[in-house]
């Protein structure tokens, strides 16, 4: 194995868990809400508005302006994404077993890669927060990349930067699409974190292997290298 490579948003930072207390803390700023049962309607609405994080956030925060009261008439689109910015890697906490997987994989000599799509300003944000960020050998973000997941070329970016054959890399992630199938593409061998493995199944690219959570990687890593 030459290579371990992972997605960001709920694979290494629980991004629900942090866009839960963000959520909370984005309708107390900003919406008036007129009793506690309000307040949670309010924070619901912007949870699934958000779709899981696969929204585009100016267009998110110009529909919240839109749709929720807000506590203030002069606030703007401009001014909830700027807030969004600016709070939303502060939520950010590691995924279980997140630094214990990445330090075991280094300790054996593995080259480690992040490949994620978002903005270079909020992952690195997310990155720091969780003091993650020094455990990797390259970084590719969407933005910076200029191409999105499951495009094979930003994982082609990422093995390049590593200098790494993808016939001996693995890529964990959570998404079956944008992580396995876009992993695959590219001639990674895909492992899934199982976060929603209901929806999982018929994507899945042959060959894929299926984790419960982060520390189950480290076993499928002892060994003979597994192939496809």
Not at 220 to 228: A, E, H, K, N, S
């Amino acid at each position: 194995m030459e290579a371990v490579l992972f997605d960001l948003d709920n694979t290494l930072v629980n991004r629900k868990q942090a866009f839960e207390q963000f959520s909370r803390k984005f309708i107390d700023r900003f919406a008036a809400a007129h009793n506690p049962e309000h307040r949670l309607r309010l924070v619901e609405q912007l949870r699934a508005a958000d779709r899981n994080g696969y929204r585009e956030k100016r267009e998110l925060y110009e529909e919240m302006r839109r749709t929720l009261p807000m506590r203030e008439e002069a606030t703007t689109a401009e001014d909830l994404l700027a807030y969004w910015f600016a709070e939303f890697p502060s939520c950010t906490v590691a995924m279980d077993g997140a630094e214990l997987v990445l330090q075991e994989l280094k300790s054996r000599g593995v080259r480690i890669g992040c490949v994620t799509n978002g903005s270079a300003r909020t992952q690195y944000a997310k990155l720091d927060q969780v003091q993650l960020r020094g455990y990797f050998d390259a970084v590719i973000v969407s933005e910076e990349a200029g191409v999105k997941k499951p495009d094979r070329r930003i994982y082609e970016m990422a093995l390049s930067r590593l200098q790494a054959r993808p016939e001996n890399c693995w890529f964990v992630g959570d998404h079956p699409e944008k992580d396995a199938q876009g992993a695959a593409a590219a001639g990674l061998r895909p492992v899934l974190l199982l976060t929603a493995p209901a929806e999982s199944g018929p994507l899945l690219p042959e060959g894929t292997l299926t984790i419960n959570n982060l520390q189950e990687l480290l076993p499928l890593c002892t060994g003979p290298f597994l192939r496809f």
